[in-house]
């Protein structure tokens, strides 16, 4: 319940064109990036599985800019050890399976009705809630894990 637990993030995905490089911190924010800019098929995109992708110029880079990759965990309330709980507990597992079943619907939805993902970091994120980790990032690797 004490802010001791940060993380630092680093790009999944970069698009790059001449000079210019735009980094994405989740999917969803590049996917809704694509949607809104006509011409994406020009830029050279890259995928990253995690800061071992990153070349040593890009890591001196990350660690540069430390206000930008460290990312600090805010407590707010018994929220959020529910939501602790609920990703971590051996004993919870259907209602694990639940939540990602939840997650997918409000996907598809939002989808359908025109809206965009929700997801977790932006360009001015400086600290986040433990639910809102649970919910808008790690379920997306909990579901990416099931699909593998």
């Known amino acids: 319940k004490l802010p001791f637990l940060e993380e630092f993030i680093?790009?999944?995905v970069k698009a790059t064109k001449k000079d210019k490089e735009i980094s994405f911190y989740s999917l969803p924010e590049f996917e809704e990036w694509k949607r809104e800019t006509e011409n994406h098929h020009t830029y050279n995109i890259k995928?990253?599985?995690?800061l071992g992708t990153s070349t040593s110029k890009e890591a001196k880079e990350y660690f540069q800019n430390m206000d930008r990759h460290r990312?600090?965990?805010k407590y707010v309330g018994p929220t959020d050890d529910h939501h602790i709980e609920l990703a971590f507990s051996k004993k919870g597992a259907d209602?694990?399976?639940e939540w990602l079943t939840s997650h997918m619907d409000?996907?598809?939805r939002r989808k359908e009705?025109?809206?965009q993902e929700r997801y977790l970091y932006t360009k001015d994120t400086k600290a986040v809630t433990y639910s809102d980790f649970v919910n808008l990032e790690l379920?997306?690797?909990s579901n990416?894990?099931?699909v593998r």
Do not use: S
């Not at 995928?47 to 995690?50: A, C, L, M, R, T």
């Open 10 to 12: 680093t790009p999944i």
């Open 47 to 50: 995928y990253y599985k995690g």
């Open 71 to 73: 990312i600090r965990f």
């Open 95 to 97: 209602q694990r399976k």
């Open 106 to 108: 409000e996907v598809k």
């Open 113 to 115: 009705i025109g809206l």
């Open 139 to 141: 379920v997306l690797f």
């Open 144 to 146: 990416g894990d099931n």
